[in-house]
């Protein structure tokens, strides 16, 4: 994303575990370890994007960690992500942002100013920033566009 003369980066991804397919297997937390010992290191921020799906499911309940915006029956004593991030990848330092949205629905105006918002700061803090939803594309694509982010392909393996 260009700053003026300076240019930023930031990362986009599927959440950890996801399959293809309407498959709601849970996500042991061995692949979720894998997945963060993969992330772009060190003072990486999450930007999670995960909300509901189409038909109300949290996207966080296929993990043994819930969202910040689950509700008391949906943690059922299970630590937020960014808590169990503390407990299991504490030497990583990793922060975690929440701007829960719907899979296949425009994300609200006010969310994405939110996430501006966010991404001014975690930048200025020297942060580097991984935004997640569920397949990595459809919310990710229209936070690009809202943020007039060009993508940049080559240092892609």
């Given at each position: 994303m260009g700053q003026g003369p300076?240019?930023?980066y930031f990362f986009s991804c599927a959440r950890p575990g996801r399959e293809l397919g309407k498959s709601v297997s849970p996500v042991p937390d061995d692949?979720?370890?894998k997945w963060v010992r993969g992330l772009p290191q060190p003072n990486t921020a999450i930007v999670s994007l995960l909300g509901r799906k189409r038909d109300g499911l949290?996207?966080?309940?296929?993990?043994?960690?819930?969202?910040?915006?689950?509700?008391?029956t949906e943690?059922?004593?299970?630590?937020?992500?960014q808590e169990w991030l503390e407990q299991r990848h504490g030497d990583l330092q990793i922060?975690?942002?929440y701007h829960p949205t719907r899979d296949f629905a425009k994300i609200p105006p006010e969310t994405l100013a939110a996430i501006k918002t966010d991404l001014d700061l975690?930048?200025?803090q020297g942060r580097t920033v991984v935004f997640v939803d569920s397949g990595g594309e459809t919310r990710n694509a229209e936070v690009c566009n809202f943020l007039s982010a060009v993508e940049d392909s080559s240092s892609v393996s």
């Open positions: 300076a240019t930023t692949v979720v370890d949290s996207e966080y309940s296929f993990y043994s960690f819930c969202g910040a915006a689950d509700d008391a943690r059922r004593g299970r630590p937020t992500f922060t975690v942002r975690l930048f200025s």
